[in-house]
T-cell receptor
């Protein structure tokens, strides 16, 4: 278990406002990921990080940005939230080998 | 490209009955394979994993899965289902990159 926490756990915001979600891990894993989960789509990768200041896009990255200034923290930012970004967001950290990922509890975001 | 298919979107079983959830993967080499479980409102919890070696792997909560290379499958099984097993189950595959590929999930309902 990578001791992953996410904050906030729930957020309601309005269209056009910026939103930042935080993911924190305690196990010093190099790789971290942000997913969104929507009915019928399973988990879709938004962005991931392979080290401090090293990030890359996933399959649904439009409208999202990320930052990783410390190994333990991975931030996801919605620059200008839209209703289509209403979703449950999960953060994960991965062991160096074998792709084994550990997930946080999720953040439920509602954009009105 | 690596892919994962879970053919069953919903499955309903009676409590005490046996369970098999199907998972097929597409990958040229031996993949890393995982099953995760997600209870309502929760994050994903790792049930079991396969990296190499013995093709029958045991996991938590009485689950097991068998890797069959000839069928490109990694089906999840449990001999006797409990009401608390009602959840969504995700199969995932890794190995080609530092990312996991997830299936779209199977929602398990348990009838009393």
């Amino acid at each position: 278990d990578a001791g992953i926490t996410q904050s906030p756990r729930h957020k309601v915001t309005e269209t056009g406002t910026p939103v930042t979600l935080r993911c924190h891990q305690t196990e010093n894993h190099r790789y971290m990921y942000w997913y969104r989960q929507d009915p019928g789509h399973g988990l879709r990768l938004i962005h991931y990080s392979y080290g401090v200041k090293d990030t890359d896009k996933g399959e649904v990255s439009d409208g999202y940005s990320v930052s990783r200034s410390k190994t333990e923290d991975f931030l996801l930012t919605l620059e200008s939230a839209t209703s289509s970004q209403t979703s449950v967001y999960f953060c994960a950290a991965q062991r160096e080998t074998y792709n084994e990922q550990f997930f946080g509890p999720g953040t439920r975001l509602t954009v009105l | 490209a690596q892919s994962v298919t879970q053919p069953d979107i919903h499955i309903t079983v009676s409590e005490g009955a046996s369970l098999e959830l199907r998972c097929n993967y597409s990958y040229g080499a031996t993949p890393y394979l995982f099953w995760y479980v997600q209870s309502p409102g929760q994050g994903l919890q790792l049930l079991l994993k396969y990296f190499s070696g013995d093709t029958l792997v045991q996991g938590i909560k009485g689950f097991e899965a068998e890797f069959k290379r000839s069928q490109s499958s990694f089906n999840l099984r449990k001999p006797s289902v409990h009401w608390s097993d009602a959840a969504e189950y995700f199969c995932a595959s890794g190995g080609a990159t530092n990312k996991l590929i997830f299936g779209t999930g199977t929602l398990l309902a348990v009838q009393p």
